[in-house]
């Protein structure tokens, strides 16, 4: 077991210690652009982040979020009386869908303003 750790510690370092020595053998103008895509900048890279995209992203993440939150319902009527379980399914659906219907007539789900 000892044998295997040191191996492994010494593989590991071995690499590490190759992969900072390698790129240094042969730098070049285009390995030492800020860019390697072929172009040069043209501006800055900063560029403004779009809200839109970000409430998107929380929206999609919601909704999978409800989909993971619904996918133990069809297990669970096999177990508890569906009685039990239906309230609490459709009381997550209609929490969801009240956000849904107020974010799209807010206007939140259009792209463009």
Do not use: H, N
């Not at 190759?18 to 890279?45: H, M, V």
């Amino acid at each position: 077991m000892l044998a295997y750790m040191l191996l492994t510690i010494a593989l590991s370092l071995i690499i590490a210690i190759i992969s900072f020595w390698l790129p240094l053998l042969s730098p070049d103008t285009e390995k030492l652009s800020p860019y390697e895509c072929g172009f040069d900048p043209l501006g800055t890279a900063r560029l403004p982040y779009s809200m839109r995209f970000f409430l998107v992203a929380i929206l999609f993440l919601l909704f999978d979020l409800e989909i993971a939150l619904l996918l133990p319902t069809p297990w669970s009527a096999q177990l508890l009386p569906p009685l039990a379980i239906t309230p609490w399914a459709l009381l997550i659906l209609l929490l969801l869908t009240v956000g849904f219907v107020y974010e799209w007539t807010q206007g939140g789900l259009e792209w463009a303003e």
